[in-house]
T-cell receptor
Framework: GAGVSQSPRYKVAKRGQDVALRCDPI?????LFWYQQALGQGPEFLTY????????KSGLPSDRFFAERPEGSVSTLKIQRTQQEDSAVYLC??????????????FGEGSRLTVL | AQSVTQLDSQVPVFEEAPVELRCNYS??????LFWYVQYPNQGLQLLLK??????LVKGINGFEAEFNKSQTSFHLRKPSVHISDTAEYFC????????????FGQGTRLTINP
């Protein structure tokens, strides 16, 4: 596709529900990142994939958060038993190769999660 | 660990005036530096980056930034702003070696008044 695509763009969940957020990176991009952006804050790193390998998940806030990229392309961020503090915009970004000298990091428009 | 401080949460300026958005960082290792812009309801877009070489970096839309290692700063400037520059601006750093993640500041909302 032309850019990084995320779905759904907006999600409202009741506290305790499970949610799944999808990211379609630019075709052929090796590196994929997930960030969480709370209202009025900068993006905070959640996790990083290089192809299908999850190389860094140090930013996942709890074991309720889980991410996968089984075939090295589409990625899903799953949040179990959502809490109100999970309300945020979840951003996905991809880059053709690892390392900032190898191309620009492209961001999707984000998935806005509201937990009631 | 790395951290980024954007000293101004909001900056209002008049159209065609110059603007400077301030960014300071803290890191025990060498880093790359970035500025991103986020227009309403859009994803982040790279404005410019400093990897090495000349400390004055030029980016898109007439923006530039200067890396000052002694002051650990990477301030963003534009000599004459336009209404279309109204957006949120984020400064970010990344370790040169090791972890791939970007560490972002809290952002500066730039508002251009006619």
């Amino acid at each position: 596709g032309a850019g990084v695509s995320q779905s759904p763009r907006y999600k409202v969940a009741k506290r305790g529900q499970d949610v799944a957020l999808r990211c379609d990176p630019i075709s052929g991009h090796v590196s994929l990142f997930w960030y969480q952006q709370a209202l009025g804050q900068g993006p905070e790193f959640l996790t990083y994939f290089q192809n299908e390998a999850q190389l860094d998940k140090s930013g996942l806030p709890s074991d309720r958060f889980f991410a996968e990229r089984p075939e090295g392309s589409v990625s899903t961020l799953k949040i179990q038993r959502t809490q109100q503090e999970d309300s945020a915009v979840y951003l996905c970004a991809s880059r053709q190769f690892p390392g900032p000298r190898h191309g620009e990091l492209f961001f999707g428009e984000g998935s806005r999660l509201t937990v009631l | 660990a790395q951290s980024v401080t954007q000293l101004d949460s909001q900056v209002p300026v008049f159209e065609e005036a110059p603007v400077e958005l301030r960014c300071n960082y803290s890191s025990s290792v060498s880093v790359y530096l970035f500025w991103y812009v986020q227009y309403p309801n859009q994803g982040l877009q790279l404005l410019l980056k400093y990897l090495s070489g000349s400390t004055l970096v030029k980016g898109i839309n007439g923006f530039e930034a200067e890396f000052n290692k002694s002051q650990t700063s990477f301030h963003l400037r534009k000599p004459s702003v336009h209404i279309s520059d109204t957006a949120e601006y984020f400064c970010a750093v990344r370790k040169i070696q090791g972890a791939q993640k970007l560490v972002f500041g809290q952002g500066t909302r730039l508002t251009i008044n006619p």
